[in-house]
T-cell receptor
Framework: AQKVTQAQTEISVVEKEDVTLDCVYE???????LFWYKQPPSGELVFLIR??????QNEISGRYSWNFQKSTSSFNFTITASQVVDSAVYFC?????????????FGAGTRLFVKA | EAGVAQSPRYKIIEKRQSVAFWCNPI?????LYWYQQILGQGPKLLIQ??????VDDSQLPKDRFSAERLKGVDSTLKIQPAKLEDSAVYLC?????WGQGAGELFFGEGSRLTVL
């Protein structure tokens, strides 16, 4: 069965600190996709990154980096030198290929507070 | 490119009343999703359409919730009669089925429902 676990409910850091958000997933499929979405206080979920199950290369985009490890079923997200604008709820999501497209489930989210 | 449009943004009703939400996905996106997001939780999939056919409604409380996607474009989600526990944000999302970016969800701003 599909499952996404984000064990950290809330994290609070001071600006310029690095922070890592954890994500652990469960799936029986060999082909799947992992995502991170950001939900700022305005409420609209915004896509950050997609990773497919065959690509374990880590990715860096500016201050954001992602570490995908199939051996531990984890897809962690690190923000380097955090800024106040990074304050939001971050969701990890798992998509499996299903009839009619992708079936996507979300973790419970991690609320990040970045204090000035 | 126009994003996913939803209306109304806010709705307050009394329990046992009915309510309807409307969603217009991104042009060309065959897959449309309705998610329910209760405060402090991750989005939970209610129903998924591929064009105008339902591909997953396993978590839709069918005794009170209904949804349709006429002509494979716009969609409406109805709740009748509403219960207190239906208070949530109802998120509509759309995605491509194939090609680069397939599976990435584009979300609307959501419709916040309060049931008194």
């Amino acid at each position: 069965a599909q499952k996404v676990t984000q064990a950290q409910t809330e994290i609070s850091v001071v600006e310029k600190e690095d922070v890592t958000l954890d994500c652990v997933y469960e799936t029986r499929d060999t082909t799947y996709y992992l995502f991170w979405y950001k939900q700022p206080p305005s409420g609209e979920l915004v896509f950050l990154i997609r990773r497919n199950s065959f690509d374990e290369q880590n990715e860096i985009s500016g201050r954001y980096s992602w570490n995908f490890q199939k051996s531990t079923s984890s897809f962690n997200f690190t923000i380097t030198a955090s800024q106040v604008v990074d304050s939001a709820v971050y969701f990890c999501a798992l998509s499996e290929v299903a009839t009619g497209g992708f079936k996507t489930i979300f973790g419970a989210g991690t609320r990040l507070f970045v204090k000035a | 490119e126009a994003g996913v449009a939803q209306s109304p943004r806010y709705k307050i009703i009394e329990k046992r009343q009915s309510v309807a939400f409307w969603c217009n996905p991104i042009s060309g996106h065959a897959t449309l999703y309705w998610y329910q997001q209760i405060l402090g939780q991750g989005p939970k999939l209610l129903i998924q359409f591929q064009n105008n056919g339902v591909v997953d409604d396993s978590q839709l409380p069918k005794d009170r919730f209904s949804a349709e996607r006429l002509k494979g474009v716009d969609s409406t989600l109805k709740i009748q009669p509403a219960k207190l526990e239906d208070s949530a944000v109802y998120l509509c999302a759309s995605s491509l089925v194939w090609g680069q970016g397939a599976g990435e969800l584009f979300f609307g701003e959501g419709s916040r429902l309060t049931v008194l």
